[in-house]
């Protein structure tokens, strides 16, 4: 970590995607490996709320990517990226 890096990011040890996308929009430097996991983890969320059947599947998945988003560390979501990115619904 940069000392760029938020002091929150700093001290957990865990670092989110939701994390990353709060210090992007911030302007703070990100490493390679922090916008990939960005990326790919935007591209799920198209892929799985495009595929929904209707408003209730809807909120399911948009709820279900928030908590991933919220509380899974960007290492382990690249990590495990073929499981998040799995079937659609």
Do not use: C, H, W
Request: no cysteine; proline share 3%; hydrophobic share 35%.
């Amino acid at each position: 970590m940069t000392e760029n890096t938020p002091i929150s990011l700093q001290n957990t040890g865990t670092i989110t995607i939701s994390d990353l996308r709060d210090s992007y929009f911030d302007e703070l430097p990100l490493e390679a490996d922090q916008i990939l996991a960005l990326k790919e983890f935007d591209k799920i969320r198209v892929k799985k709320l495009s595929n929904v059947g209707d408003e209730v599947d809807f909120q399911k998945q948009y709820f279900d990517l928030q908590v991933i988003e919220n509380t899974v560390d960007y290492r382990d979501f690249l990590r495990q990226y073929d499981y998040f990115n799995g079937p659609a619904s």
